[in-house]
């Protein structure tokens, strides 16, 4: 026990030191647009649990948060397939995008949510938009099945990265030469720009989102967000009661 605390801080303190290189990258104190892609089926808490997060921060920082779709019609989170909502149930709400992907502002932080729709065959104009727009973004950043997507898209070859962990099957054959990491809250990858943060299931968004907060904002807002929110925060990316237990590179 003491040794492997020893050792996660180790990890910890050297992952800190990196992004505070990396940090300096992103101007705290300038304005941040963040960018959220909407596609048929997202997962409703991975994309409004970094908004709630963010909604928070832009009482301090000033923030815009853009939704970005393929058109501007709502887009839903109700299953397409008969199958995966057999009563019919009318508990899928809709969002409507304020951007296209033609009219989208250029991004500091492109975020991607996962949910079933990540497997989606008909995803190519969304696939385009995030393989063109990653590569200008300052940093990209996918909660749970997001990183599928961001793998489908072809953005996370050689690099380093979690997801949904009872997707884990599925989403580890996305994309090409992606190390899926089978342990952790949360992985920061730096292996070449921008730098991806990717978290595990739905609610590991809402820890990364508080540690983005910590490590661009300050230690405050994060910690005081938490606090409006009640959440119980899991701080050590290393911590994962939902692990698997096999690194899959695929
Ligand atoms: C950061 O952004 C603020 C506001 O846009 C600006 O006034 C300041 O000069 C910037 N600082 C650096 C180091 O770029
Ligand atoms: C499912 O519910 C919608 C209304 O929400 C209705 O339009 C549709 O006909 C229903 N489908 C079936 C198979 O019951
Ligand atoms: C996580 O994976 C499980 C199992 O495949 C699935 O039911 C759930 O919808 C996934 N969650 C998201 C947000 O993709
Ligand atoms: C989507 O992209 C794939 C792979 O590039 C291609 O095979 C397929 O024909 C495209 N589908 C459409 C509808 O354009
Ligand atoms: C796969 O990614 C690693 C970095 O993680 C890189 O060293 C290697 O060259 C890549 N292999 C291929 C076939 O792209
Ligand atoms: C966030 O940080 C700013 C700058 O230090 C501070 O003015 C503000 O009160 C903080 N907000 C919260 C919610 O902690
Ligand atoms: C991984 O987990 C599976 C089932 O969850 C188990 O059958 C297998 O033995 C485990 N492998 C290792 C190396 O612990």
């Not at 992952?15 to 941040?32: R, W």
Request: charged letters at 15%; glycine letters at 6%.
């Amino acid at each position: 026990m003491g040794i492997v605390r020893v050792l996660a801080a180790g990890v910890c303190l050297l992952s800190s030191l990196l992004f505070s290189i990396e940090a300096a990258a992103v101007n705290a104190s300038a304005p941040l647009t963040y960018g959220i892609v909407l596609f048929r089926m997202f997962d409703v808490l991975d994309v409004f649990g970094p908004t709630e997060v963010l909604q928070f921060v832009s009482s301090s920082f000033k923030t815009d948060i853009v939704y970005i779709a393929e058109t501007l019609d709502p887009v839903t989170t109700r299953p397409t397939l008969a199958a995966m909502n057999p009563l019919n149930s009318s508990a899928y709400p809709s969002l409507t995008p304020t951007h296209t992907f033609t009219t989208a502002p250029e991004l500091d932080v492109l975020i991607l949510a996962g949910g079933p729709g990540w497997r989606n065959p008909a995803l190519n104009a969304t696939l385009d938009y995030i393989r063109t727009t990653a590569p200008k973004a300052k940093q990209v950043i996918t909660i749970c099945t997001g990183s599928a997507l961001a793998a489908r898209a072809g953005i996370m070859a050689g690099r380093k990265a979690t997801t949904n962990k009872s997707s884990w099957p599925n989403a580890v054959t996305a994309g090409p030469n992606t190390t899926w990491v089978p342990s952790a809250r949360w992985v920061e990858d730096y292996s070449s720009e921008p730098p991806v943060w990717s978290s595990s299931g739905v609610t590991a968004g809402i820890d990364l989102m508080l540690h983005w907060v910590e490590q661009t904002y300050n230690k405050e807002n994060a910690t005081n967000i938490a606090k409006f929110m009640e959440h119980v925060r899991i701080r050590d990316p290393t911590y994962d009661p939902f692990a698997r237990n096999e690194t899959v590179v695929a």
